[in-house]
């Protein structure tokens, strides 16, 4: 009997294989052609590497905020580019070596939009990123683990002194995370506290531990 699990792993790659066909590499900054497994091209340049400010001690990151990463990431969440989120999810480290009874308690959840915002831009990036990143390290995805109970102002318009009481009691986390060992993901991190407040909303309800994600932290000013 075919089980369906081995059944549901040979349907992704072949998914995978025909979009390969159909949409060619191209770069994540600029949309030039680019040699298979790359993310930027030569003219846009690598990507940057992680900084040494409050983002990158928060978490592990995949780089830094500033070009070519940056106008990616930007063409990503607000040119609505959902096709970008598998190449630059292989940015996101994963900073775990896995025995088999480790990945069955881990799982990948990414930081939740509030309805509203969901409805407003079509797709939550992190939970783009955090898929794609599940899918690529073969742990368990499961964003209904996090929810955003209160619609908040957007933390990027907002100053560093103020980000804290905006996010604080945003999140709440599932019961059904209690001792389970979840990898949070974001796409970019600033401050870290919308990140902050994920983790004490999933610790609060008895995670054994949360583990840090993102795709790029900005530079220390």
């Not at 979009?19 to 298979?36: K, Q, R, V």
């Not at 009874?101 to 990414?110: F, G, L």
Request: charged residues 20%.
């Amino acid at each position: 009997m075919i089980q369906w699990q081995s059944l549901a792993r040979v349907s992704r790659a072949c998914g995978r294989v025909l979009s390969d066909l159909i949409a060619p590499d191209s770069c994540a900054a600029c949309d030039a052609p680019i040699a298979a497994g790359d993310i930027f091209c030569a003219p846009c340049g690598s990507c940057p590497a992680a900084p040494t400010g409050v983002g990158a001690t928060f978490a592990s990151v995949g780089g830094s905020y500033v070009p070519p990463l940056s106008t990616a990431i930007r063409r990503f969440k607000f040119s609505r580019r959902a096709d970008l989120a598998r190449p630059l999810a292989r940015l996101l480290p994963w900073p775990f070596l896995d025995d088999g009874c480790a990945m069955a308690q881990r799982v990948v959840v990414p930081v939740p939009l509030h309805y509203a915002r969901l409805v407003e831009r079509g797709f939550n990036p992190a939970g783009l990123l955090g898929r794609a990143l599940a899918q690529r390290v073969g742990a368990a995805f499961s964003p209904e683990l996090l929810q955003r109970q209160r619609a908040t102002a957007q933390q990027s318009r907002l100053p560093a002194r103020e980000r804290r009481a905006n996010v604080a009691q945003a999140f709440r986390a599932s019961d059904a995370a209690r001792g389970r060992q979840v990898v949070l993901v974001d796409d970019v991190v600033t401050t870290g506290s919308t990140l902050e407040a994920c983790r004490r909303a999933l610790y609060a309800a008895g995670v054994e531990h949360v583990t840090v994600l993102a795709l790029a932290a900005a530079p220390a000013p």
